[in-house]
């Protein structure tokens, strides 16, 4: 099993995004994914079209530990076969002082998803877009982070911080964490930045071992289908949204 947060400090870069649908191009591809949405926007709840205010037991009452709750109850299966979710709610931004004083408050979601393990082929994690409490909750458990970088300035100078906190995680509680990909979005050829940043990605030395070959483009397509609750490879398989999640599902499938 596989478990791989999808994380970047930066907002804006694509992650809920890369969630939603690398997910679903992996059910597409025979794989068994659980999506645990750790960010209390929901994004990634609603983009699976879940309601995040109908589900009784979500992410918030399982790193809480509210008495009775189970993480087979928190567990929504979505429309997609093999596709299933543990639900965010906007609540789970108190959880981070909530849990402040709590002993082994890092490890809260460690042991909430304890029940599931080998039982999916993949575990994908969304992750606030910001280090707190939740995202050190998502990193003590991973095993892998795969990083979305739009194809943009900003983008790529925050490269560095999110590398230093998943090195200082490794050392403090996480051993077995690693950068297993850095993932191009938002890439627009029309533009001169966008195949510049690219290509610095694809030269420098520290992350040129870690890109992918696949690239995100920018596509509409991509967001209309968010809007509509599912995923691009679902919603429009002909997108160049749909085509490029199922390269990078594929990719990921041979790494």
């Known amino acids: 099993m596989r478990k791989i947060a999808i994380a970047n400090e930066k907002g804006g870069v694509g992650k809920t ?87 082994g408050r890092e490890d ?11 039982g999916y082929d993949f575990v994908l994690l969304d992750t606030p877009p910001s280090l707190s409490l939740l995202t050190v909750n998502v990193f003590a458990y991973a095993d892998e982070v795969l990083v979305p970088c739009q194809t943009h300035p900003y983008a790529f100078e925050a490269l560095d911080e ?24 938002f890439f627009d050829a029309r533009t001169r930045v966008s195949p510049r940043i ?6 420098d030395e520290r992350y040129r071992p870690l890109v992918f070959d696949t690239v995100i483009r920018v596509n509409t397509t991509i967001a209309d289908s968010a809007e509509a609750g599912r995923p691009v490879v679902f919603y429009r398989g002909s997108s ?15 790494r």
Request: charged fraction near 25%; proline fraction near 3%.
């Open 17 to 103: 995004v890369t969630v939603i649908n690398l997910a679903a191009a992996l059910v597409r591809e025979g794989s068994t994914v659980l999506v645990v949405d750790m960010d209390p926007q929901a994004n990634a709840t609603k983009g699976l079209g879940v309601d995040p205010e109908q589900q009784q037991v979500n992410v918030y009452r399982l790193i809480k530990g509210d008495d009775g709750v189970s993480t087979h109850e928190a567990i929504v299966g979505t429309a997609w076969k093999g596709l299933d979710l543990i639900a965010s709610h906007v609540d789970l931004a108190g959880a981070e002082v909530e849990l402040v004083d709590v002993e």
């Open 108 to 118: 809260r979601l460690k042991q909430a998803l304890a029940p599931v393990e080998g």
């Open 162 to 185: 999110l590398f230093d906190t998943v090195e200082a995680v490794r050392e403090a509680i996480n051993p077995d964490i690693r950068i297993s990909g850095i993932l191009p979005t």
């Open 240 to 254: 160049y949204g749909a085509t490029d999640y199922k390269s990078l599902a594929k990719e990921l499938l041979e």
């Open 198 to 203: 690219l290509e610095k990605l694809r030269n």
